[in-house]
C-alpha cells in the first residue's frame, strides 16, 4: 500500500471502494470535460464545459537572451502573472473551483 508500510497491507474494502468510485468520476469528469453543480451563493445550477471554456492567453515572448531557443524567463513570469490575474478579474477561476467543489457533492 506504501513505502513504509507491510507488503501485504491492502485498503479495508470501505477505502477500496471509495478509491474506486473516485477513479471513476475522475474519468467521467476528464472524458467529458463538463462540470456541473449547484452554486453556494445562487442555488443555481452551474455549467464549466472545459471543451470551449479553455483558460488561454495568447502572447508574444521575446527570446532569452542566455538560449534564444527559449522565452525570456521575466517576461514569461509576467504574462503568466497578467493571464492569472485577467481570469481572475473575469471570474473565470472562481467558477471553476465553485463548479468543481459542488460537482463533488
Not at 501485504?8 to 468520476?25: G, K, L, R
Not at 456541473?36 to 445562487?42: A, E, I, L, P, Q
Not at 490575474?85 to 465553485?98: M, P, S
Request: proline residues 4%; aromatic residues 8%; without cysteine.
Amino acid at each position: 500500500m506504501g513505502k513504509y508500510t507491510k507488503r501485504d497491507q491492502y485498503f479495508t474494502p470501505e477505502a477500496d471502494e471509495a478509491v474506486f468510485q473516485i477513479a471513476e468520476s475522475a474519468h467521467e469528469l476528464v472524458d467529458r470535460l463538463i462540470i456541473r453543480g449547484r452554486s453556494r451563493r445562487t442555488n443555481r445550477m452551474e455549467t464549466l464545459n472545459m471543451m470551449t471554456e479553455r483558460l488561454q492567453e495568447t502572447v508574444s515572448l521575446p527570446s532569452s537572451k542566455e538560449a534564444s531557443a527559449f522565452p525570456d524567463p521575466d517576461a514569461t513570469f509576467k504574462a503568466h502573472d497578467a493571464a492569472y490575474q485577467a481570469f481572475k478579474d473575469r471570474g473565470v477561476l472562481d467558477r471553476a473551483t465553485q463548479a468543481l467543489l459542488t460537482a463533488s457533492r
